[in-house]
């Protein structure tokens, strides 16, 4: 099994387990989800927060991270828990939607997602964010004429450049193979990424396989949505991630009551 050291996985275990667990995947902080782990196990989820890049025998960055990596996490959860879920932000988000068309989950929660899957260079050599088998993953190749026109940069409009441009069928996420309850978060002032245009791709295809996606957005809410109670989240590259305190915060109050009745299993999708 691909199992996360020991080192890169902080285990919050609930004082009345309820019986569900989780898995937690930060973004490109590369950072460990401690507290919002803490904040699950409050409410009786098993939760495992791990670091999936950066750590003791991981990939330095999010180039060809291997997808057993999750789903062999999972399979550690499901020994001690009857119902599973997962939880990612941005590339864990991304990381989220593959790991659920792999093994099977109860609930899935995309916060800022994506539909596709996208690379990232090391050592001069561009290739997919996953590998399976050793294999990496098909992309979504970046324009080349791309050019940051702010400070701090918004990438929202390379990717969205590289999506009109290079769309590549076989660098879709399979979302159709989803079949527990998935919940997406996305704010519709991300200057990261089109989450919500991802979130409603998703969500077309999901509904033309006969499949139901529940979707929270917010009009002012950028990338980022914390949770009530969390701190705030520090880290990762120099960017634009849009949004304003108050409405991040706005969506992260809703995705939290949204997300915790998913995990626990008390109510479905409307």
């Not at 864990?92 to 593959?98: D, I, N, S, Y």
């Not at 076989?170 to 989450?195: F, K, M």
């Amino acid at each position: 099994m691909a199992r996360v050291d020991e080192g890169d996985r902080h285990v919050a275990i609930p004082a009345h387990p309820t019986g569900s667990g989780i898995l937690i995947l930060a973004g490109s902080s590369g950072r460990i989800e401690a507290d919002r782990a803490e904040l699950f196990a409050r409410h009786g989820i098993r939760a495992h927060a791990i670091r999936w890049f950066g750590g003791r025998g991981q990939r330095p960055i999010p180039h060809e991270v291997p997808l057993e990596l999750f789903v062999d996490e999972v399979a550690l959860l499901r020994e001690s828990c009857e119902r599973v879920a997962i939880l990612g932000t941005s590339f864990g988000a991304e990381a989220a939607l593959l790991t659920a068309t792999r093994t099977p989950l109860d609930a899935v929660i995309a916060v800022a997602p994506t539909s596709v899957v996208w690379p990232g260079i090391l050592d001069g050599s561009w290739s997919s964010h996953w590998t399976e088998g050793g294999a990496p993953l098909p992309w979504v190749p970046f324009v080349d004429d791309w050019a940051a026109t702010t400070d701090p940069p918004e990438f929202l409009g390379l990717y969205t450049a590289s999506l009109d441009r290079h769309r590549v069928e076989a660098a879709e996420i399979p979302v159709e193979r989803i079949l527990g309850d998935l919940l997406l978060v996305a704010g519709e002032d991300d200057r990261v990424w089109p989450s919500a245009r991802f979130a409603d791709e998703i969500a077309t295809r999901r509904a033309a396989a006969g499949l139901k996606t529940d979707v929270l957005r917010h009009p002012l809410a950028g990338h980022r949505a914390p949770f009530p109670g969390e701190p705030v989240a520090r880290g990762g590259q120099r960017m634009a991630r849009g949004g304003s305190p108050e409405a991040d915060a706005e969506l992260g109050a809703l995705a939290w009551d949204a997300a915790l009745a998913r995990v626990l299993g008390t109510t479905r999708p409307n």
